[in-house]
Every structure is written in structure tokens, then in C-alpha cells.
């Protein structure tokens, strides 16, 4: 996400908050939350991470953002962790963090433009390309606002050797913009999710500092991968609040809500996307189409009044006069989504609650109830997670070190491994672990693999 758009960036005006609650709104919590400030998050740690990189000229530009998992299906201990750098490109790591192959992004088509820049991205298994089943990871590419496919080679895998190559049509055209020109404006492709139906393999993509959706289809020819829209839907960028008002998330000028965090159900075509200021959106596919939309939850800061420091270039929340009509389980910014599939329907939805550093865990069936709260703090082996973006989880055995499932978040402010720069990384959880530390366990249903129950967001 942008750093003008980072949780602190929504300073409090404290002159118009009562002293006691100074402390709450510190991390992130508001008088509509008070009632469920007893409920605290259970605590859980990694037992792996990926090697810190960093966000300068001398880390190449580096900055982790999206996690994907590719899971082996003749061997899950030999899966493999795919994240996004952004305009460093793509990593992909073993099960014990270490990096096994780093994918550039493309360079800039001309001195004006832009180079490529990469988002999100999400795995999906069996795609036919060249008559032959090809898993393949799909990358949103928000600088040149393109999808970039990439087939992942089970033998390179077993071999040791880099599993993902290129696989793109070089025709691929920009999924928003209406010109080379307008991508260099960078309302381009953002937030990426995929999903099979019925053999065919579909992409929903989100616009940066926009509030439509894309569906894609993706498309083969000649040994390569395109896509062609499928639908697209524009959705709510101010609402009418209980008591008859129009509220608007703030935002920087000629900016609107986006969304980024997003993941379908595998197996319901149901799609979960956060609008990073406003919530936790639940949107049935429905033959390959949009259906009607529901706000499943709403962040705290919904609905309360603000005002646009412009010499600070930052949001200014106006805390005090909160009405009251926000959620208690989400603080803004609503990011990384993904789903745990478990059988007859069952399983959770969890949601990054990237203002608090906490992650919100719903029912996967029915109206999604929500379960609980769940921070991941410093342990033996890795450091906490805190502003995570992207997350992803399986509940497939992935060996001696995740023998129950694995869930993989980005960790926005990783321990640097020296001096004090800014760094990020991912961090890996063991799903039992995360499990166990409810006081009524959540669900492990762990299982041999099944396509169905790798998503990410």
C-alpha cells in the first residue's frame, strides 16, 4: 500500500478527545468499540520468515507486500511461497524461508514511462496451455497495469532449480487504462484474486484509488497467456449513513475508496474484498459475473467526520465525534483476505486489521459470524507482524516443519538484520499453533491436496 495511504497517516485531532481515551486511539481503537475493548486478541508467533529486504537504493527498492503458496501435489514439503516486492519484483521462497528464485519486473517501454511494479498475486492449478495442465501464479503488474502469468514447473521444484517462467502474451493490453499514456497516471491494476470454475480460470482485479472491479478470463495461445474481461462492477465510493447523511472515507485528492485485499472461495465462488476504509465486502461470482454486493463488516472509523490536512498531505479523524456507526473488529486500514477451507462448508474468513496490527477471523458458511482476534507478537524464532498487508493459507500437511497447514503473512515492519533501516519481510505460521491459541480452537482440517483450497489475497 502507498505510504500516503498507511494507518498513520489518519492522525486523530487528541485537542477534541477526552484524555481517557487518548490511549485507545493510539492503537487504533474508537468510542464504537468500547464495548469490545475486553476482547483481547490471542497471541500466536512464526516459526519461519523470509530474509528482510529493504526499501532502498542499496535494498534494490524492496518493499514486501503479497504472499502466495504454491502447493507440490506430489510432494507438499516441497511447496513453495511466492511474494511480491513490489518494484523489485517477485521472490519465491522453500518452506524454510529461503529465497529460490527472484523474478525482475519489466523495465519501462520508454524514458517517460513507467516500469513494471508488482502488487498482489495468487496461485491456480491446472490451467490448460498447450493441451498440457500448467499451474501458473498470476501477478497484478500496478506500474505497466497488466496481469503477468508465469507457469510454475513441478520438476524444476523437485530439482532445486527456479520453478516459474514468463509465460505472458506479449499482447496482454492494460486492464484499465484506456491508453500507455493513462497507465503512466497509475490508476492501474492493484489487488488480484483467482478462481476455477468449471476449468476455466478467472482473475478479479481491483483498480488503484478507484472503486471498480474487473473479472478477468484468462486466455491461451501459441504456448502463452491473455485474458479478456469478463464483467466489471463499480462499487460504492460514499454511503448514506443511519442517520440520513452521506459520508465519504477520506482520502487524497481526486482519490476514491480502492480495494486491494481480496480472496475467493475455491469452492462457493465467493468473493471477499476489503475496501481498505470502509470494510470487509462479500460478492457472489455468479457465471462468471458480479453479483449483488453485501458489507459483511465495516472498519471503526466508518462513518466518522474528517477533515484533509493538505500542508501534511493526511487525513485528519475526527475521533470525538465519532456517531457510532462503524464495526468493532476492523480498524483501517481492512487489508490482506484469505480463507480457510474446511470440509461441509466450513472453515473462516481472516482479515488483516492493518490500524491495529491485529488479523479478524469470520465463519467461512452461513452469515459469516465473526470468531475472534488473533495478533502474531515476537517469539523464539521470528519477530511480530505488524501493518501486514497480503496473507494467504493452506490447510494441506507441508511436512515435518507445517505438518497441519500453513498461514503466510507480510510482515510491514520486519527486525532488519542490521542497522536501523526500514524493512519487510514474510513471516510463516504453523496453522495449529494459530489454532490452538483460541480459547475454543478453531478448526484443523487438514487433508491431502486439493486445488480447491489454495487461495490468497
Request: charged letters at 25%.
Given at each position: ?6 494507518p498513520?497517516?489518519h492522525r486523530?485531532?487528541?485537542?477534541r478527545?477526552p484524555?481517557v ?5 493510539l492503537?487504533?481503537?474508537a468510542p ?14 512464526a ?11 542499496a ?5 514486501a ?5 504454491w502447493?507440490d501435489p506430489?510432494?507438499p514439503s ?8 513490489k ?13 529460490l528464485?527472484?523474478?525482475a519486473?519489466?523495465v519501462a517501454?520508454?524514458p517517460?514511462?513507467?516500469p ?14 498447450g ?12 506500474g505497466?497495469d497488466?496481469?503477468r ?16 517462467t514468463?509465460?505472458t502474451?506479449a499482447t496482454v493490453?492494460?486492464?484499465?487504462s484506456?491508453?500507455e499514456a493513462?497507465?503512466d497516471?497509475?490508476?492501474t ?7 476455477v470454475?468449471?476449468g476455466?480460470?478467472?482473475v478479479v482485479?481491483s ?5 471498480r472491479?474487473k473479472?478477468?478470463k484468462?486466455?491461451a495461445?501459441n504456448g502463452?497467456?491473455g485474458?479478456?474481461t ?10 448514506t449513513?443511519?442517520?440520513?447523511t ?8 481526486g ?9 475467493v472461495?475455491?469452492?462457493?465462488h ?8 470502509v470494510g ?5 461470482l455468479?457465471?462468471a459475473?458480479f453479483?449483488?454486493?453485501a458489507?459483511?463488516?465495516k472498519?471503526r472509523e466508518?462513518g466518522v467526520p ?5 500542508a501534511?498531505?493526511?487525513c485528519?479523524i475526527d475521533?470525538a465525534?465519532?456517531?457510532g456507526?462503524?464495526?468493532t473488529h476492523?480498524s ?11 470440509a461441509d462448508g ?13 488479523f ?9 459470524a465473526y470468531?475472534?482476534q488473533?495478533e ?14 497480503g496473507a494467504?493459507?493452506v490447510?494441506?500437511?507441508l ?7 500453513l ?5 510491514g515492519?520486519?527486525t532488519?538484520?542490521?542497522g536501523?533501516?526500514?524493512?519487510t519481510n ?7 499453533t ?13 487433508r491431502?491436496?486439493d ?7
Amino acid at each position: 500500500m502507498e505510504a500516503s495511504r498507511l494507518p498513520w497517516s489518519h492522525r486523530v485531532d487528541r485537542t477534541r478527545v477526552p484524555a481517557v481515551l487518548a490511549a485507545l486511539l493510539l492503537v487504533g481503537s474508537a468510542p464504537a468499540a468500547l464495548a469490545d475493548s475486553a476482547a483481547q486478541p490471542v497471541a500466536t508467533t512464526a516459526s519461519v520468515e523470509t530474509p528482510a529486504v529493504y526499501d532502498d537504493e542499496a535494498g534494490g527498492d524492496a518493499d514486501a507486500d503479497d504472499p502466495a503458496v504454491w502447493v507440490d501435489p506430489a510432494d507438499p514439503s516441497r511447496s513453495v511461497v511466492l511474494g511480491t516486492l513490489k518494484n523489485a519484483g517477485l521472490d519465491v521462497y522453500g518452506l524454510n524461508g529461503q529465497r529460490l528464485q527472484h523474478i525482475a519486473t519489466p523495465v519501462a517501454p520508454s524514458p517517460d514511462a513507467e516500469p513494471g511494479r508488482f502488487n498482489n498475486v495468487d496461485v491456480v492449478y491446472g490451467f490448460d496451455l498447450g493441451g498440457k495442465k500448467t499451474d501458473l501464479a498470476l501477478v497484478s503488474d500496478r506500474g505497466r497495469d497488466r496481469i503477468r502469468i508465469y507457469a510454475i514447473d513441478p520438476k524444476a521444484v523437485a530439482e532445486g532449480r527456479p520453478p516459474l517462467t514468463d509465460v505472458t502474451a506479449a499482447t496482454v493490453a492494460p486492464v484499465f487504462s484506456a491508453s500507455e499514456a493513462a497507465v503512466d497516471e497509475q490508476r492501474t491494476a492493484y489487488g488480484l484474486a483467482a478462481y476455477v470454475d468449471d476449468g476455466d480460470v478467472y482473475v478479479v482485479v481491483s483498480r488503484r484509488s478507484e472503486t471498480r472491479l474487473k473479472l478477468l478470463k484468462l486466455t491461451a495461445s501459441n504456448g502463452k497467456v491473455g485474458y479478456r474481461t469478463a464483467d466489471t462492477i463499480d462499487m460504492p465510493g460514499s454511503f448514506t449513513l443511519p442517520d440520513g447523511t452521506r459520508w465519504t472515507p477520506c482520502a487524497d485528492p481526486g482519490d476514491r475508496p480502492q480495494f486491494e485485499g481480496m480472496a475467493v472461495d475455491q469452492e462457493t465462488h465467493v468473493l471477499y474484498a476489503a475496501q481498505e476504509d470502509v470494510g470487509l465486502w462479500r460478492i457472489p461470482l455468479d457465471d462468471a459475473e458480479f453479483d449483488k454486493p453485501a458489507l459483511l463488516d465495516k472498519v471503526r472509523e466508518y462513518g466518522v467526520p474528517w477533515t484533509y490536512d493538505a500542508a501534511e498531505e493526511e487525513c485528519v479523524i475526527d475521533t470525538a465525534n465519532d456517531p457510532g456507526y462503524g464495526g468493532t473488529h476492523l480498524s483501517a486500514d481492512a487489508e490482506g483476505i484469505t480463507v480457510y477451507h474446511a470440509a461441509d462448508g466450513k472453515g473462516y474468513v481472516l482479515a488483516s486489521s492493518q490500524g491495529d496490527n491485529t488479523f479478524a477471523v469470520y465463519q467461512r458458511d452461513g452469515r459469516n459470524a465473526y470468531v475472534g482476534q488473533y495478533e502474531i507478537t515476537d517469539g523464539p524464532a521470528t519477530d511480530g507482524v505488524q501493518e501486514s498487508d497480503g496473507a494467504t493459507v493452506v490447510n494441506v500437511p507441508l511436512g515435518g516443519a507445517f505438518p497441519k497447514g500453513l498461514l503466510v503473512t507480510h510482515d510491514g515492519q520486519a527486525t532488519p538484520e542490521n542497522g536501523d533501516r526500514d524493512a519487510t519481510n514474510f513471516k510463516f505460521v504453523r496453522w495449529d499453533t494459530l489454532a490452538s491459541a483460541f480459547p475454543t480452537p478453531l478448526t484443523v482440517d487438514t487433508r491431502s491436496f486439493d486445488p480447491r483450497d489454495s487461495n490468497d489475497g
